[in-house]
């Protein structure tokens, strides 16, 4: 078994011709860099931050389509296709693919949907609230969770990871900690 399961792949789970492992869904970050000035690195800070993100279209729940998605027929709904192909008298070989139908999704929508015209998301401003604790540094990193971007795929909201960038001040320099 171990030529066939090289030659196809491998195993997984110790069981031959299984297919590939299932996909993993893991949560997007996003950057963004926020410009802030010395004083407020230094001292801490709560600011009100507007931002543009991908947020999941309401009246579509974030499908696409109006009324439940049909299963596509290219795949039967499962988002990938198999092929056999015969190689040689009594040897098969198993191609597996991702559904070229939706991105495989699996499913097509009956009828798009007017507001996001089958996009899932709708761009919108938004407003969320940050806290720059006291001595933050110029590159420190804040992360927002389901702050950003609505990724149709997982149906979830992707993190923020804010940068913060110090911008130059007319009479102080930093070094670490101290103050010049």
Not at 58 to 75: D, E, H, I, L
Request: net charge positive; proline share 6%.
């Amino acid at each position: 078994m171990d030529i066939f399961n090289q030659m196809f792949g491998g195993a997984r789970g110790g069981f031959p011709f299984q297919g590939p492992p299932p996909p993993s869904h893991r949560k997007n970050i996003q950057q963004l860099k926020f410009n802030i000035n010395l004083d407020d690195l230094y001292n801490g800070k709560d600011i009100k931050l507007k931002i543009e993100r991908n947020n999941k279209c309401n009246s579509c729940n974030g499908s696409g389509c109006k009324g439940t998605p049909v299963a596509c027929t290219m795949c039967n709904g499962k988002g990938v296709f198999i092929r056999h192909m015969q190689l040689a008298p009594g040897v098969l070989q198993r191609v597996q693919g991702m559904c070229s139908d939706r991105r495989g999704s699996g499913k097509k929508p009956g009828v798009s949907c007017q507001n996001c015209k089958g996009a899932c998301t709708i761009r919108e401003s938004t407003f969320i609230n940050v806290k720059i604790q006291p001595g933050a540094s110029h590159d420190d990193t804040i992360v927002l969770v389901d702050k950003g971007d609505f990724d149709p795929k997982t149906k979830k909201f992707s993190d923020l990871q804010l940068i913060l960038k110090q911008k130059d001040h007319a009479l102080l320099k930093r070094k670490k900690n101290d103050l010049y």
